[in-house]
């Protein structure tokens, strides 16, 4: 097999920095785009991420934002690894772990090919934003600054499946990716020049 590239986010740190930039930039397109479904309810993004849960004292509704943004990880973690299992070869074993303020879920030194692999990348933004599409607009409104601030993270958090996508997609028809955790290795077997 020829190896294409690799990616390596434990050695990588001009990546890494870049990654976390292009998440804090997704912030305010993906604020903007996800508030346009409740855009009935409030004035403006701002309103509804700074609307109240409804419960007291405010300090209770910082704990609520950290719960959410613990949960929405481990929902976007836990669906790139139910990917893994369904999309990769029988056998596959799944790690976790948190690097460099990123969770991850990977099948370490396991081939994927290529479409498959991207399903994987992108499935847990696809997912988690169409299910605050198509709930968001039902939401009381108790819910619905959470349900924003989590639609939001997961699509600002998204940069680095956003980044493997625009790396791996370009790449040729039987390309495999064999997964590493923090990084993959793309390869090109030998007869699929």
Not at 39 to 51: D, G
Not at 74 to 83: D, P
Not at 131 to 151: G, R
Request: proline share 8%.
């Amino acid at each position: 097999m020829k190896q294409l590239f690799t990616i390596d986010l434990h050695r990588d740190f001009h990546l890494v920095r870049f990654l976390q930039i292009m998440s804090l930039a997704l912030i305010i397109p993906s604020g903007y785009l996800l508030y346009l479904p409740v855009s009935t309810s409030y004035r403006s993004p701002f309103a509804l991420l700074f609307t109240p849960t409804g419960l007291s004292p405010r300090v209770l509704d910082l704990f609520i934002i950290a719960l959410t943004i613990v949960c929405v990880m481990t929902i976007h973690e836990l669906l790139h690894a139910l990917f893994f299992l369904i999309l990769g070869p029988k056998g596959t074993r799944i790690t976790f772990g948190i690097r460099h303020g990123f969770a991850y879920a990977a099948s370490p030194n396991t081939l994927i090919p290529k479409n498959p692999y991207l399903i994987i990348g992108l499935s847990p933004f696809v997912i988690i934003t169409l299910v605050y599409l198509f709930i968001s607009p039902s939401l009381p409104e108790s819910w619905a600054s959470s349900a924003y601030i989590a639609a939001v993270l997961n699509a600002a958090g998204s940069s680095g499946d956003f980044y493997i996508t625009y790396r791996i997609f370009p790449c040729p028809k039987g390309t495999l990716i064999k997964d590493r955790g923090m990084g993959f290795t793309a390869y090109l077997p030998t007869q699929a020049h």
